[in-house]
């Protein structure tokens, strides 16, 4: 019997031009929580997607530094999981042309990965909401957000936030993202819920000859429009294909 991971090889093995999505379900592995399942962020007492609003952040930058800290602290010495480091191995064979990701860990850069669209924003850089200047990752910063405080402007003492999109701010990368999912003949979606927009919108600008297909745990609301599901741990997924 065709199953369907079967059917995930044939496309895979035919694919040319592989543009993933990923989201906080490729690096639970690596020991970093996703936000909606029930061991999430959001399922921290308190914690809810308003902690991650920028107004949220302006107002009362010391409350998300305080649920941040113990995260950030698990993110820096996180390392990349199975998935990443298959698909930095697809980006070798060039078979896969972009990663479009909703993850701020940093985890696709250091598999190796190079076209990588970090369409949420990362932590290597660190924006003054007063005088705008920015700040790579220095030591101070890691040590002030890892004990849950908020770090500040040496300059102008402005907080600091991280140069990563909050709720209420615009995505970056938006257009690229767009146009690498509209040259793809095989569009994978990899550990998210798809329930974020406008990432969960990208699926949707595919070719009408390209394949969709989502690896995720639990159901998305996508799951109705995609070529091939399976419901399961993704790196268990990738590494019954056999490729690394
Ligand atoms: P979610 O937490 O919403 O979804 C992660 C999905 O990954 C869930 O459906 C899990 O079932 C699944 N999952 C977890 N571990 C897995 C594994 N090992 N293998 C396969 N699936 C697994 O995270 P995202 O979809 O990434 O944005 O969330 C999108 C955005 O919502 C985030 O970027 C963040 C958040 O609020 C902002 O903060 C702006």
């Known amino acids: 019997m065709y199953t369907p991971l079967d059917t995930l090889m044939d496309l ?9 999505i990923t989201g906080a379900g490729v690096s639970t592995k690596a020991g970093i929580p996703d936000f909606r399942s029930q061991t999430g962020v959001y399922a921290q007492e308190g914690v809810n997607e308003n902690l991650f609003h920028i107004e949220h952040f302006r107002q009362s930058p010391e409350a998300f530094y305080k649920v941040f800290g113990p995260l950030y602290q698990v993110i820096r010495s996180a390392q990349p999981t199975y998935t990443h480091r298959f698909l930095k191995r697809m980006e070798e064979l060039g078979r896969l042309k972009t990663i479009i990701t ?10 190796g990965s190079s076209n990588v669209i970090e369409i949420h924003g990362h932590l290597r850089q660190w924006d003054c909401l007063s005088c705008r200047n920015s700040y790579g990752l220095e030591p101070w910063i890691e040590e002030t957000v890892s004990r849950g405080e ?3 402007c040496s300059g102008c003492q402005g907080v600091l936030k991280p140069h990563v999109v909050f709720f209420g701010e615009y995505v970056m990368g938006l257009e ?18 798809l329930v974020v927009y406008p990432v969960a919108g990208l699926p949707g600008y595919r070719d009408e000859n390209a394949y ?15 070529d091939v599901v399976i419901h399961g741990d993704v790196d268990e997924i990738l590494q019954r294909l056999g490729f690394l």
Do not use: C, W, Y
Not at 12 to 20: I, T
Not at 102 to 111: C, E, P, R, S
Not at 212 to 226: H, Q, R
């Open 12 to 20: 895979f093995q035919k694919s040319r031009s592989l543009v993933v």
């Open 150 to 152: 908020v770090p500040t």
């Open 212 to 226: 969709f297909v989502i690896l995720n745990k639990e159901p998305t609301p996508l799951d109705d429009e995609a």
């Open 102 to 111: 909703q993850n701020i860990d940093g985890l696709h850069h250091k598999a």
């Open 176 to 193: 690229k993202a767009m146009q690498a999912v509209q040259t793809a003949d095989l569009v994978m979606v990899l550990g998210s819920s």
